[in-house]
């Protein structure tokens, strides 16, 4: 299965073979008060930076997330990457809780952008699966739902199938979906990275 997403120009295959495909998220404001400050004025210079950095490091795509308390992301996700795209050609992974925020950003920026992230919440589903359908974009599936985080792999994977089979029957096509199996902290459930691994085995 390949996902093609693009910038303006540039193309990233994120390939179920392989090649592993580096997603940047430093453009993040949780725990990074100089971002949220140079955000708030708004100065997209930091931002900038932090995405000539990740491109230098490697990454293949760039996720945006401009989320903090008080924030009017409707506004300024669409912003920031109208800066970012007016600098650099790499494909964008739009990241907000908030859909209206999501759609206006996919109005401007133009390629083929992924979603990060919708889940099999019925929300969620309702409210990102018409978007990525219309804006013709990529989406991060969550093995998760109403009832949160399951440890059971079979349940993930049932999660994933529920996902892809809503997508479907929206039109979106099934090389546009991609499953995160979700990693868990090792540290807190010693069993979770055998969760993650089995579920990856299930999905492919």
Known sequence: MKTTLR???????????????????????????????????PNFEYVLELAESQIKAGADVLDVNVGFPGVDDVRLLPETVLAIRSRFDIPLCLDSPNPKAIEAALKVAGGKCLI???????????????????????????????????HDHEKRL??????????????????????????????????ACMVTLETIRLVH
Not at 30 to 35: A, C, G, H, I, S
Not at 123 to 147: C, H, Q
Not at 164 to 181: H, N, S, T, V, Y
């Open 7 to 41: 910038g303006k120009i540039n193309e990233i295959i994120i390939d179920t073979n392989g090649p592993v495909i580096i997603i940047g998220e430093c453009i993040n404001p949780t725990r990074r008060k100089k971002l949220v400050t140079t955000l708030q004025e």
């Open 116 to 150: 990060n992230s919708l889940n099999g919440e019925e929300k969620s589903l309702n409210a990102l699966i018409p978007i990525a359908r219309e804006y013709g974009a990529a989406i991060i599936g969550l093995t998760m739902d109403d009832v949160g985080i399951t």
């Open 158 to 191: 049932a999660i994933a199938e529920k996902i892809l089979e809503r997508a479907l029957k929206a039109g979106l096509k099934a090389e546009d979906i991609i499953i995160d199996p979700l990693a868990m902290a090792v540290s807190a459930d010693p069993g």
